[in-house]
T-cell receptor, first 114, second 111 residues
Framework: AQKITQTQPGMFVQEKEAVTLDCTYD???????LFWYKQPSSGEMIFLIY??????QNATEGRYSLNFQKARKSANLVISASQLGDSAMYFC???????????FGAGTTVTVRA | DSGVTQTPKHLITATGQRVTLRCSPR?????VYWYQQSLDQGLQFLIQ???????AKGNILERFSAQQFPDLHSELNLSSLELGDSALYFC??????????FGPGTRLLVL
């Protein structure tokens, strides 16, 4: 069964606007971590933000924030004030406490227009 | 720069051959993970080592093997290569925290 679902294969956003990338997850664990990574066209995987399942506050890192809705099992990434350099593929991932690996979604491609 | 290094960046080889991918984790990180990214399978976990010992195994083929050395660098060996093994291979490392930091990847092309 798919553990991470990213339903938006591609999105366009205007420079300086905000964009929300959807991510839903499936787990029966109470303890887990959620991650977002960015993969530019050059190929590297860049860690953006982390949210623990017991964290009460939504995580924020600069222009990135994670909208964590535990009951709905969603962990959407919000990028504020989009920049041209934000054009990339974005992956949502989960690590369940019983596991060591990251399970990744299929990714969402974001294209920022000037 | 994540602090994780991988060599080589690119590798072109022929079917049936064997290659070795190398990874050096971030300073102080004891855990090393290997992932494969392909167009049809997406990002898949292969294997994890912790301080020299295998800790978890994912969808790793029998033709593939890995090890972590006393200096904590890791190698992923791919043998009897097939066209379908062409992919981007990532190494990641983690320390005491949850976050896995990825290296730049090795892009393997099997012809």
């Amino acid at each position: 069964a798919q553990k991470i679902t990213q339903t938006q294969p591609g999105m366009f956003v205007q420079e300086k606007e905000a964009v929300t990338l959807d991510c839903t997850y499936d787990t029966s664990d109470q303890s887990y971590g959620l991650f977002w990574y960015k993969q530019p066209s050059s190929g590297e995987m860049i860690f953006l933000i982390y949210q623990g399942s017991y964290d009460e506050q939504n995580a924020t890192e600069g222009r990135y924030s994670l909208n964590f809705q535990k009951a709905r099992k969603s962990a959407n990434l919000v990028i504020s004030a989009s920049q041209l350099g934000d054009s990339a593929m974005y992956f949502c991932a989960m690590r369940e406490r019983k596991d060591y690996k990251l399970s990744f979604g299929a990714g969402t491609t974001v294209t920022v227009r000037a | 720069d994540s602090g994780v290094t991988q060599t080589p960046k690119h590798l072109i080889t022929a079917t049936g051959q064997r290659v070795t991918l190398r990874c050096s984790p971030r300073s102080g990180d004891l855990s090393v993970y290997w992932y494969q990214q392909s167009l049809d399978q997406g990002l898949q976990f292969l294997i994890q080592y912790y301080n020299g010992e295998e800790r978890a195994k994912g969808n790793i083929l029998e033709r593939f093997s890995a090890q972590q050395f006393p200096d904590l660098h890791s190698e992923l060996n791919l043998s009897s290569l097939e066209l379908g093994d062409s992919a981007l291979y990532f190494c990641a490392s983690s320390g005491a925290g949850e976050t896995q930091y990825f290296g730049p990847g090795t892009r393997l092309l099997v012809l």
